[in-house]
Structure formats: C-alpha cells, structure tokens
C-alpha cells in the first residue's frame, strides 16, 4: 500500500511573549496510505487545526519534513498544495463564494488544479452533470443550481463545499469538523453523504471530528491528539473494539503542557 502524506517530526513552535515559547505540534510522525480514512479527535489545542494547517501549508513548520508521494512539500506554498488537497471547514461560508451561484462554484472546482485561460466555460454544457451531483445529496441542492451560495441554507451549503472538495479526485481530503456547525438531524445527513463520496471515489481523508460517535463509526484508523502529540494511532481491528467510554477514558489523563525557553 502506497503512501498518500508522511509526516516525519513536524514540530511548530510559537513565541508567547517575553523568552517564552510554545510548542503547539510536538515530534508528529504519520503516515496516511491510500484510501486509509482516518478519524482524529483530541480536545480543545490538542494541536488538531495545527496539524492541517501544516498540511496545507497554511502554517511553516518550525521543524519536520512532510511528503506527499515522491516529493517534499515542506517548502511548497499554500497555493500549490492546494493542488494537491481538498479541504471542507467548519464554517459553512469558507468553501464556497458566496456572491457565485451553486453551479459557478462547481465548475471553479471542476477546473480545480489546471491552468486557467480566457475561454468559454461551457456552464450550460455541466448542467446536467451538476444537476445528478447534487440530487445525491437529498435537500433539494439541485434546484437552486442558479442560486447565489450566500442564499443557500447551513447545510445546503456545507453539503455543496463537500461535493466542490470532492468533484476532482484529490490526493488527501482534509474535514475539519465539517459537520460541528449543522443541527444533529443535518450533521447525520451530512456524514451519510461523506462516507458515500469517500467510499464511491474511493478517496483518501483525515477527519477532524468531536463526535465520538462519528469517530467510532466512521473511517479505518483512529487517532487521538494531546497538547500537540499524537498519543493513539488505531488500526482497524483496534478501533472496532473500542466503546465509547473508552473514548472517554482517553481525554482523562493528559501529558503536561511544553514549552521552550
């Protein structure tokens, strides 16, 4: 089985003020196999959102290597991993352009990674691929494919950043806690719907959740972080094991806070 992403030591350091330093991302190894779907949970500044942030490269690391296939993309910008990752947020309104409608944002993501030229769109010609796409998802996004994004819904839009990160097969797909702002009854919906897209194309993805129950049921491996370490790397015959009070059991003993002077 192939390697999707390794990630070797990743350190991040920040300076908290005066002579005193923080580590945030503490020695972090993984490594993620093609088609691996990893669940991650860990507690408020376990080192979760700094971890993908790394990986975008929306944060440097301070030190570590990170390598997607053949290549080291430590030093690669944002922009250019961008190519290589597709990443669905928590906030509703961070994946899509609002003022753009539901089929425009679509075809920006059909054309995700290649070359861009003045040249017709043909967005009359992707209607009806957009229109199958998006009665997958059971809320009517298919009837407003000529509507701003800004108008849709919390999960019509959501469910649309889903299927925009997931439209081109990407190397990794990034959730960081996509469902945490939607009502149970939507967020149910929408974690059905992930699944089918990661099983259907059958994509590679971490998944930062804080729902155990989304973290038991879903996915292949389980990690949990702490201050900034992962301290759990599950494989699957380990997590199918584990119960939700183990979970629990997890968050009760903590490894002390670091810092560097």
Same mark, same amino acid.
């Given at each position: ?58 944060? /440097?690391?301070?030190?570590? &290597? ?13 922009? &250019? ?84 990160? /997931?439209? /081109? ?18 967020? &149910?919906?929408?974690?059905? +719907? ?27 491996? +389980? ?15 380990? &997590? ?22």
């Amino acid at each position: 089985m192939s390697a999707i992403l390794e990630i070797s030591h990743a350190t991040k350091v920040i300076d908290n003020g005066i002579n005193e330093k923080k580590v945030i991302l503490n020695d972090v190894s993984l490594t993620i196999n093609e088609g691996d779907f990893i669940t991650v949970l860990g507690g408020n500044g376990a080192g979760k959102s700094t971890l993908f942030n790394s990986i975008t490269g929306t944060l /440097t690391l301070s030190g570590g &290597k990170i390598k997607s296939g053949s290549e080291e993309i430590t030093s690669f910008s944002e922009e &250019k991993r961008a190519n290589y990752f597709s990443r669905v947020f928590q906030d509703p309104k961070l994946g899509t352009a609002p003022r753009m409608t539901v089929a425009e944002n679509l075809l920006l993501a059909l054309y995700r990674g290649q070359k861009r030229t003045l040249k017709n769109r043909h967005l009359n010609e992707r209607r009806d691929l957009f229109f199958e796409i998006c009665s997958e998802v059971g809320n009517g996004l298919e009837e407003h494919l000529d509507m701003p994004t800004g108008n849709l819904s919390g999960g019509q839009r959501q469910a649309l950043s889903l299927l925009m990160a /997931t439209l /081109t097969k990407p190397r990794l797909l990034l959730l960081d806690e996509h469902t945490a702002a939607l009502d149970p009854k939507t967020s &149910k919906q929408l974690m059905k +719907l992930t699944d089918q897209r990661i099983t259907d194309g059958n994509l590679t993805c971490l998944m930062i959740t804080h729902r155990m129950e989304d973290a038991l049921h879903y996915g292949n491996r +389980l990690i949990v972080m702490q201050k900034g370490r992962i301290v759990k790397d599950l494989d699957r015959e380990e &997590k199918a094991a584990l119960k939700l009070q183990d979970l629990l059991l997890f968050f009760e003993e903590e490894p002390e806070e670091l810092s560097v002077d």
